[in-house]
Each structure stands twice: as C-alpha cells, then as structure tokens.
C-alpha cells in the first residue's frame, strides 16, 4: 500500500490566489513526521515545511501552511499569494519513527506539479 | 542552515565506464545520508541507507555490487555507478542528516546528480 498519496498530478492556480496541494499518509506508527518539499527543474529539493505528529498547532512557515488532520490522516500543504516562482514539483514526505532517531529516510508521495500562471 | 553538497551535478559517462558521486555535509556531521533516485518525472525511490563507518542498508531491488556505497567519514558518503549502462541514466540525489539532531526536522539534501549514460 502507498503510504504517501498525492492524488493531483497536476494543478494551476492564478498568480496572488491560495492553493491547496492535497497529501494523505497511511502509517501504524504513533509517532512520525510530515514534510513538504519543493522542487523546480533544476532538480534540488527545497525543504518547505514540516509537521510532527504530536504538534497540536499547524505549521506555518510564510505563505507556506500545512493543514493537519491527523484522524484523517492527511497533511495538505496550502500556499497563500501563489507567485510565478512557485511553479515546481511539491512532495509530501513521511519519516516514520521515534522523535530522535534520525535514522529513517524519507518516503515520498508521488508529487504533483503546480504552475502558477500570471 | 546545513548545507549539503553533491558533485558532481551532471555527468555523462559511457557505457560501461564506473562513475562516483559525492556528498558532503558542510558544516555538521552526518551518520546517517541517504542515496535517493529520481526517474523523470518521478518520485524519489530510496536506494540505500549510508551508515558511517559500517556497511550500507540496500532497499530490495537495488544491486549493492552496481551501486557501490562508501561512508568513510562523518562528512562524506560517496556512490558509485559501477559498468553503467543507459538504464542507469537517471536523477541521483542525498540526503544527510546531523549526528546529535534531536528535533527530527527536516532532511538536508544535496543538489543532485543527472548522470547520462551514452
């Protein structure tokens, strides 16, 4: 089963205009972290955001928020006041896991590509 | 922030010929980097987990005689592409993370490798 789902291959929003990038996660882990992460064509992986599951509040890093349901078990990334250099890949990205141990990769979601037309 | 570096960022090799690919970490010690590869307009699918000063862990699927890993130090974790052919060709990319992170945020990667194999 995929444990990150990202059901939007692809999604357009006009420039200055809210979007929401949808991201589910299937784990049995009572601890885990969910991450958001840009990526433009030159290929680097942007580090957006990120949730742990303990954290009652949603993250906010600028434009940048995740909403956190977690009984759903979902975590959509929403970007306020899109702007052309949004335009990219965004993967959703779960380490499974207890706080500190670091030593878990990422498993990533399968990406959706977001283009921000003027 | 940390900084991760990978080099080279292109390549192109011929066939058959062996190709090492090198990430460092900067400006903190990394147990633990992930090798990662990117399909086009794929996800990243893990390759392999590098542990510093012992064998790497493969994910099944991945030939550890083709891909050859080496951690040697807390700053550097090195992958190399042995007899590559053109299904190799693909997007390569690491991660790593500090040695004493506690907070379980964020995972630093590196710019990433586009080897071509002709």
């Known amino acids: 089963a995929q444990k990150i789902t990202q059901t939007q291959p692809g999604m357009f929003v006009q420039e200055k205009e809210a979007v929401t990038l949808d991201c589910t996660y299937d784990?049995?882990?009572?601890?885990?972290?969910l991450f958001w992460y840009k990526q433009p064509s030159s290929g680097e992986m942007i580090f957006l955001i990120y949730?742990?599951?303990?954290?009652?509040q949603n993250a906010t890093e600028g434009r940048y928020s995740l909403n956190f349901q977690k009984a759903r078990k979902s975590a959509n990334l929403v970007i306020s006041a899109s702007q052309l250099g949004d335009s990219a890949m965004y993967f959703c990205?779960?380490?499974?896991?207890?706080?500190?141990?670091?030593?878990?990769?990422?498993?990533f979601g399968s990406g959706t590509r977001l283009q921000v037309q003027p | 922030g940390a900084v991760v570096s990978q080099h080279p960022s292109r390549v192109i090799c011929k066939s058959g010929t062996s190709v090492k690919i090198e990430c460092r970490s900067l400006?903190?010690?990394?147990?633990?980097m992930f090798w990662y590869r990117q399909f086009p307009k794929k996800s990243l699918m893990l390759m392999a987990t590098?542990?510093?000063?012992?064998?790497?862990?493969?994910e099944q699927g991945v030939e550890k005689d083709k891909f050859l890993i080496n951690h040697a130090s807390l700053t550097l974790s090195t992958l190399t592409v042995t007899s590559a052919h053109p299904e190799d060709s693909s997007f390569y990319i690491c991660?790593?993370?500090?040695?004493?992170?506690?907070?379980?945020?964020?995972?630093?990667f590196g710019q990433g490798t586009r080897l071509t194999v002709v």
């Open positions: 991660s790593a993370r500090e040695a004493l992170d506690r907070s379980n945020t964020e995972a630093f």
């Open positions: 784990t049995s882990d009572q601890s885990y972290g």
């Open positions: 949730q742990g599951s303990y954290d009652e």
């Open positions: 990205a779960m380490r499974e896991g207890r706080r500190g141990t670091g030593r878990r990769a990422l498993t």
């Open positions: 400006d903190f010690q990394a147990t633990t």
């Open positions: 590098s542990n510093e000063g012992s064998k790497a862990t493969y």
